[in-house]
């Protein structure tokens, strides 16, 4: 059996990452997909409405889990028996990223392979941050985000309005 793990912060989740992990689990024999919990940027949400909103998107799919990991990817993957690092690629600016975290990974755990599949065209321009500022500024997502993402985008968005937190800042694309 071949247990692949498809990591990142997913804040939110939206349809690239999911058409991802649809993908990898035709390829795999199962998708482990890891919500990081404490990635170096401002998120969001918490990890556990992260991990509720892959679960929601998953939730028919009996070869992909989802489950919360902390510290290093490569180190996780050993945790859980994974031969396989799935990352998604969805321009060129992308590749120089993945490749030195894949060259990173490789030193650190020589048996795990990291396997990059292509975006699909439609989903080419997402990105958490991209979904995360026109959500912030009232645009419609509903083409980018499951319906669940969507109502929990909008209810925290009027959460940080109504308790009048600090603006919403955008992490740096890269998720």
Do not use: C, W
Not at 2 to 29: M, T, V
Not at 42 to 51: A, C, I, Q, Y
Not at 72 to 80: D, G, H, N, S, W
Not at 107 to 136: D, G, M, N
């Amino acid at each position: 059996m071949i247990r692949a793990l498809f990591p990142a912060s997913f804040d939110p989740i939206h349809n690239g990452h999911i058409d991802i992990a649809l993908r990898a689990a035709q390829i795999f024999d199962q998708v482990v997909v890891a919500v990081y919990s404490t990635p170096q940027k401002n998120l969001l949400f918490p990890t556990e409405t992260r991990v509720e909103l892959v679960q929601g998107a998953f939730k028919a799919e009996p070869k992909i889990q989802v489950v919360t990991y902390h510290g290093l990817t490569v180190e996780f993957a050993r945790q859980i028996d994974a031969q396989v690092i799935v990352r998604g690629l969805r321009a060129l600016s992308d590749f120089e990223y993945e490749f030195r975290m894949a060259l990173a990974n490789r030193q650190l755990a020589p048996r795990i392979e990291t396997v990059s599949l292509i975006t699909s065209k439609e989903h080419s321009f997402l990105s958490s941050t991209t979904v995360r500022e026109i959500a912030s500024l009232g645009g419609d997502v509903s083409s980018m985000v499951p319906a669940h993402v969507k109502k929990a985008l909008n209810q925290r968005f009027a959460d940080i309005k109504k308790n009048g937190e600090a603006e919403f800042e955008a992490s740096p694309p890269r998720d």
